[in-house]
């Protein structure tokens, strides 16, 4: 079993659209999470960090943690076809360690 | 702010020959981390370096894969003798270290290796 759990969907969207993507992790050491975005032939990009539980908000994005289920989740409002991208989940047990990530789940939003 | 920096973008080789891939990473940052990104799977940790000393290495495949970063800021990462699994992305990230303002590294768009 993975550390770190998401669907590769694809997940296939309209335009306008609420978007809901979900990580499962299984090491309750993990203290830190974040969502990365990555397009096409392009490295990952940060756009959420959160520390252990709770929410964030960012814009049209929103992260939450549930340690007690091992379970964080992004919301994208408003989807854009911009927003078109594959989405990865990563934690790490402390500042500085390295990331695990999941395996990421692609996102298309259509017109 | 100029970004991570990776050369090359693609690189083909043949099975059992060597090759490199090299780092540049943001300027002052003093974390850098090289990862592998195989289709369709997140990017796994292969090393990491906090200036020019090893900090994780644990995931590195050491029979066939070296890295170094001399002076604390640029990076190679090597592989000798390839094989047709070494075959994906390999990303260089660097970072301030702990920052709770800025956590969370800034990845390179990658070398893409295919052996074949």
């Known amino acids: 079993q993975k550390e770190v759990e998401q669907d590769p969907g694809p997940l296939s969207v309209p335009e306008g659209a609420i978007v809901s993507l979900n990580c499962t992790y299984s090491n309750s050491a993990f203290q830190y999470f974040m969502w990365y975005r990555q397009y096409s032939r392009k490295g990952p990009e940060l756009l959420m960090y959160?520390?252990?539980?709770g929410n964030k908000e960012d814009g049209r994005f929103t992260a939450q943690v549930d340690k007690s289920s091992k379970y964080i989740s992004l919301f994208i409002r408003d989807s854009q076809p911009s927003d078109s991208a594959t989405y990865l989940c990563?934690?790490?047990?402390?500042?500085?360690?390295?990331?695990?990530f999941g395996g990421g789940t692609r996102l298309m939003v259509k017109p | 702010e100029a970004g991570v920096a990776q050369s090359p973008r693609y690189k083909i080789i043949e099975k059992r020959q060597s090759v490199a891939f090299w780092c540049n990473p943001i300027s002052g940052h003093a974390t850098l981390y090289w990862y592998q990104q195989i289709l369709g799977q997140g990017p796994k940790l292969l090393i990491q370096f906090q200036n020019n000393g090893v900090v994780d290495d644990s995931q590195l495949p050491k029979d066939r894969f070296s890295a170094e970063r001399l002076k604390g800021v640029d990076s190679t990462l090597k592989i000798q003798p390839a094989k047709l699994e070494d075959s994906a992305v390999y990303l260089c990230?660097?970072?301030?270290?702990?920052?709770?303002?800025?956590?969370?590294?800034?990845f390179g768009s990658g070398t893409r290796l295919t052996v074949v």
């Open positions: 990563a934690m790490s047990r402390g500042a500085g360690n390295m990331l695990t």
């Open positions: 959160t520390y252990s539980s």
């Open positions: 990230a660097s970072s301030l270290g702990w920052d709770p303002k800025n956590y969370g590294y800034t």
